[in-house]
């Protein structure tokens, strides 16, 4: 090594990390799949290439399926599989095209209960919801992983000494699709394009090929028949046993939330309006209409088939069929190579169903939690959350020893309650456009999907507890991180207004800016002549001097991130002046409302403001706990606090007073 060369410091090298990690990949945030993904100047798509997005989740569900279906229906599967048909395309197919009208820019059923449930009854709920969505998308990671592993291992060409590694080989597939996102997801639906066209064209294959097979062999129709009857006697009852079991094939009904997450990735009408995009509204609800209708012909096909052709002890676990009943069609009916090429394009769409199911994690954790302070603020960026997502998934994969069986209690119960809340979110939007019909229809779907999720509950609780986990942890991190930047600046834009302006300028030309802060509560002339002198008193200003008025009205204190409008007004009729100036404000934290104020009068101005307080009688825990709840406390200090983390130059910081 030359005299000249110099080995980077280790700072230097955790800085580069660190911007590395924070830059959007492939630089911009029309590269990745996150909520910035969503500016005017992305490319955009048509609608049945962002279905291939979405359809490497509900697709892959193929490869599955019929497997769980006939497991937990046995002969009954076909009509068990109906019913799961007729939930989709009456249920959760209208619910979200209905949320599609009313949530066009990806947020999805959750934004929709926001708006229903403000303050903080409306956070926590969106905290749980976001727990059984963690659930939802982390193990179809993992799921869809552990069964592309189990696709190899069956698999007459995979080498022997990988199989009986199935945890090792599902935690390499796990990390590649974390690489993907690392390096960048800008041709991500170019490649579920290609994925879809394959793996849909294979299961056509082989489903075309068993109905043939079924059709000239009228035995097999008749063994199924007679074993029907034998097992379940009368219609009525297989109707009433296939009602109980649904909720058992609840994985079907995947990808619906992802659909709408989506949205903002596909081409509208040219020219329409950002805030009301009819055209992309149209084409997401095609796009909803077209994957409902398309899966709904694989899935009672398929299950047709595998129930027809496939001995039932093949389906238990150990089975040569278990969890991968097409793969065992192609295999036996069409040969080895068609098998491999079957099993090549379902484990490659089940690997990369996991992406799907990534990018509506990186759609949606961005999109709330960082905005209501209940995440550190790296979560906005896309590698940094990439990174957890990934740990997660290892752990789940290693906790579950890659069992595709033992993952799907888990899987049911974060689609469902997505899809229940979904459901209740349009009920209740069209209970307040009193849309009686949608409101009685949109209620009832309600009704089918509260009982499919509890009957889950009930006979796979394992399922919950897991999303219970989630949601615990969703909790614990969202209070820590709330705490942790609690003395952050909370304000993103500052708005005066004309008079606002007016009264700011006036003061600057005039000399020192001096702000005192005011309760809004007590608007009286009399209480601001005996503010004046309460304030001039304890702080000896002279009685020549400037004074203005801050009033901050809070909104809702559950809110983090806002921005904030500042209205300027005289009241009264004051000591020569015309009256007293007043700016008032609206903000979700006072203390953070005054700093951010300070900090704009002193870069509009170029000078330093000064801010009066006076003092509250409270204790110190007490107002901490009213600043956190609702957005007052010790309003002194903390505005304080949070100029001295914001311009560490003393030299430049706002003055505060307090008496």
């Known amino acids: 090594m030359g005299a000249g060369s110099r080995i980077p410091t280790a700072p230097r090298r955790l ?18 799949p996150g909520p910035l993904a969503a500016t005017p100047q992305t490319r955009r798509h048509s609608w049945w290439r962002v ?27 076909p009509v068990a599989t109906l019913v799961l048909v007729l939930v989709t395309l009456l249920g959760a197919l209208p619910v979200y095209r209905r949320v599609a009208v009313e949530s066009p820019h990806g947020e999805g059923s959750i934004a929709m209960l926001v708006r229903l449930l403000p303050y903080w009854q409306g956070k926590l709920f969106v905290l749980v ?27 007459p060409f995979w080498p022997t000494a990988l199989k009986g590694h199935e945890v090792v080989v599902t935690l390499v597939l796990v990390a590649l699709l974390g690489a993907v996102f690392l390096m960048g997801f800008s041709e991500a639906i170019g490649v579920a394009v290609v994925l879809v066209g394959v793996y849909l064209t294979v299961n056509v294959v082989v489903i075309g090929d068993a109905l043939w097979r079924v059709a000239t062999h009228p035995g097999v129709f008749a063994d199924w028949s007679a074993a029907l009857t034998r097992q379940h006697g009368d219609p009525v009852s297989m109707v009433a046993v296939a009602l109980l079991v649904f909720p058992k094939l609840a994985l079907g ?38 994957a409902a209708v398309v899966m709904s012909v694989f899935l009672v096909t398929s299950s047709v088939v595998t129930t027809f052709l496939i001995p039932a002890e093949e389906f238990r676990p150990g089975g040569a069929a278990n969890g991968r009943a097409l793969a065992y069609l192609a295999h036996e009916n069409l040969g080895q190579v068609f098998g491999t090429v079957y099993d090549v394009s379902t484990i490659a769409i089940l690997w990369f169903a996991g992406a799907s199911a990534m990018a509506g994690l990186l759609n949606l954790v961005p999109r709330y939690l960082p905005r209501y302070g209940m995440a550190p603020t ?99 991190v969202s209070l820590l991180s709330r705490l942790s930047r609690a003395y952050e600046l909370r304000v993103d834009t500052v708005d005066l ?40 008193a304890d702080h000896e200003i002279p009685g020549d001097a400037d004074l203005i008025f801050v009033e ?19 009241v009264g009729a004051g000591t020569g002046e015309g009256g007293y100036r007043v700016l008032a404000v609206e903000s979700t934290s006072v203390p953070s409302a005054l700093a951010a104020l300070l900090l704009h009068v002193r870069d509009r101005t170029g000078r330093r403001p000064h801010v009066y307080f006076s003092w509250t009688e409270q204790g110190p825990l007490a ?24 311009e560490p130059d003393r030299s430049r910081r706002p003055h505060v007073h307090a008496g």
């Open 253 to 290: 009904l995947s990808g619906f939330e992802t659909g709408v997450a989506v949205m903002p990735h596909i081409r509208g009408t040219p020219g329409e309006p950002e805030a009301r995009p009819v055209g992309r509204i149209r084409a997401a609800r095609r796009l909803l209409t077209t």
């Open 378 to 476: 790296w979560s906005r960026a896309v590698r940094p959350l990439v990174l957890v997502f990934t740990a997660v998934a290892f752990l789940i994969t290693i906790a579950f020893g890659a069992d595709v069986d033992a993952q799907g209690g888990a899987y049911a119960t974060g689609v469902l309650v997505l899809i229940t809340s979904a459901a209740t979110a349009v009920t209740l939007s069209a209970h307040r456009r009193r849309q009686t019909g949608r409101r009685f229809a949109f209620a009832l779907i309600t009704v089918v999907f509260v009982y499919t999720t509890g009957a889950n509950v009930v006979q796979r609780p394992d399922g919950v507890k897991i999303a219970a986990c989630f949601v615990t942890g969703m909790l614990l």
């Open 497 to 536: 207004d004309p008079q606002a302006r007016w009264i700011i300028d006036e003061a600057a030309r005039r000399g020192r800016i001096r702000l005192v802060a005011h309760p809004v509560a007590d608007q009286r002339p009399e209480a601001y002549r005996e503010k004046v002198a309460e304030t001039r």
């Open 51 to 77: 279905m291939c997005l979405t359809g490497v989740d509900y697709f892959s569900t193929l490869g599955y399926q019929p497997g769980i279906a006939a497991l937990a229906a046995g002969a009954l599967s």
């Open 129 to 155: 919801l976001l727990g059984f969505a963690a659930t939802d998308f982390i193990i179809t990671i993992t799921l869809s992983a552990a069964d592309a592993t189990a696709h190899l291992d069956e698999n």
């Open 15 to 32: 800085r580069s990390l660190r911007a590395w990690l924070l830059t959007p990949p492939d630089v911009g945030p029309a590269r990745h």
């Open 552 to 570: 901050v009205r809070v909104t809702d204190p559950s809110d983090f991130e806002t921005s904030l409008p500042v209205r300027g007004r005289t």
């Open 623 to 646: 107002n901490l706990l009213r600043y956190l709840v609702v957005g007052r406390g010790e309003v002194a200090y903390v505005t304080r606090e949070i100029l001295r983390r914001q």
